[in-house]
């Protein structure tokens, strides 16, 4: 089916919603909409890495603060933007966005002899290398929706430069601008694929929770 927008009585009805009930509400929607991934409380949770529980208990009301980056996760998996759950979203006059599947458009270019996606997500795993030797992972995202390839380097660029930033002053003279390094490594993707394999998304998150659940010390419980 294809993607739809919110209807100006359908916002009414979110209006009143609140946070549990609107996140149910889009979750049965998104699996009406799409035709490849499913939306119940079991799917989602297994692509965010939580319990299902988490999931359930936001929708019956239990957890009425659940954690930013939790709800962060959800509307990403959902495909909506962050504030599309909040109350502040639906204050006011009637603001439309897109629900459901998302167009497949993403046409493909060649560069170097070789074929790219003209559209694609960027993403970030954020984590912290601690003077102990050991990593703490802190915040998995991505772009709300797909980027060409001038603002896939240019946001590439943006995180590159922030990184860049905490270098000391002697270094950041010889460092080359984030705009090259992000081109280059733009570049590098198709010019040299097996530098860069393609892992399905499947494997990247179940590879992900299994790490996670690994270290996570016994007895700690997801905050919801």
Known sequence: MPRRTLT????????????????R????????????????????????GVKHQTIISIERGDSKKPAYQLIYKITQDLGLPFD?????????????????EPANNDE???EAGKEI???????????????????????????YRPLDKPE?????????????ATETVEKLYTQPHPVIVASEL???????????????????????NELI?????KGDNERS
């Open 84 to 100: 599309a759950l909040t109350d502040d979203f639906y204050e006011g006059p009637f603001r439309s966005i897109a629900i459901g």
């Open 186 to 208: 733009y570049n590098a993707l198709a010019i040299y694929p097996q530098a860069y394999p393609s892992i399905p998304e499947e494997a990247w998150t179940k590879a992900r």
């Open 117 to 143: 996606a003209r559209t694609s997500v960027i993403g970030a795993v954020l984590y912290e290398y601690r003077s102990d030797n050991t990593v703490r992972l802190i915040h998995d995202l991505r772009s």
């Open 25 to 48: 509400w889009y979750r049965k929607e998104a699996g009406k909409l799409h035709t490849v991934k499913t939306f119940t409380a079991v799917a989602i949770s297994d692509r965010i």
């Open 213 to 217: 659940a690994t270290y996570q010390p």
């Open 152 to 164: 896939f380097i240019s946001a590439l660029a943006r995180l590159i430069g922030e990184f860049q």
């Open 108 to 110: 493909n270019i060649t």
């Open 8 to 23: 100006p009585e359908e916002f009414e009805l979110l209006r009143s919603y609140d946070l549990g009930s609107r996140l």
